[in-house]
């Protein structure tokens, strides 16, 4: 069976990583990809990521053209553009927001329907391993569900949670990209403190925390657990460790995520700010 097509109102980074990551999974053709954005640099970077993929003039246009549409703006843009999107709206349409902090309630309200579904996907989609959840609204059928999964499994890992915990997936895995370069950046500064080549220092950083990410999703082990196993008694690792845990590394990534995620909740509540 054809599959449809698929619309992006907005065409910056996250709608270029999802398309992107649904071409190269094979679940639909460039052509079958369909975007608009007012910002011309918008437009000219989807149409070079995602050569031959269709540019549209308006919102109306996407919607015309696709049953399934990803509402990819930022938080602030979201009421012009349910403003811009609400009268072309059908029952043949499923709309998926990916706008952080914009609640269902609000997305529905706007949109004149239920059939919704906020996501929270990250950046990382773009090389096909994305960490993603969403939540259903109330008209979003068990198909829709199937549906957004599999485009979102086919860029990485995707899950089903309630709306009220999608704040804290925007403060863990939103953000988290962010905060993971820091600590590359970080560790790659180490090296060369240590006196290896600036890209080498940064490559080994950037395959170590690869693999240290693979070998938790592979084992299934407790990180923990994987952490001891490399602190040997009286040895290097536990000795760096040791100097994370008097900087207090560990109680900052925690403080981070949770400001990410108050950060979502009060963009949710219209609370002030241009958000980032």
Known sequence: MEPAAIGFVGAGQMARALARGFVAAGLARPDQIVACDPAASAREAFQHEIAGARLVATSADVLAAAPLVFLAVKPQHIPEVLHLVRGHVDPEHLLVSVAAGVTLAQLCAGLGTGRVIRVMPNTPALVGVGAAA???????????????????????????????????????????????????????????????????????????????????????????????????????????????????????????????????????????????
């Open 134 to 276: 969403y939540a259903l609204g109330p008209a979003a059928s068990a198909e829709d569900a199937q549906r957004v999964e599999r485009l979102l499994g086919a860029v990485g890992l995707a899950f089903r949670v309630e709306e009220p915990l999608l704040d804290a997936v925007t403060g863990l895995s939103g953000s988290g990209p962010a905060f993971v370069y820091l600590v590359i950046e970080a560790l790659s500064d180490g090296g060369v403190r240590a006196g290896l080549p600036r890209a080498v220092a940064t490559a080994l950083a950037a395959q170590t925390v690869r693999g240290a990410a693979e070998m938790v999703l592979q084992t299934g082990e407790h990180p923990g657990v994987l952490k001891d196993r490399v602190a040997s008694p009286g040895g290097t690792t536990i000795a760096g460790l040791h100097v994370l845990e008097e900087r207090g590394v560990r109680g900052a990534l925690m403080a981070a995520v949770l400001a990410a995620a108050q950060r979502s909740a009060e963009l949710g509540r219209g609370g002030p700010g241009t958000p980032s």
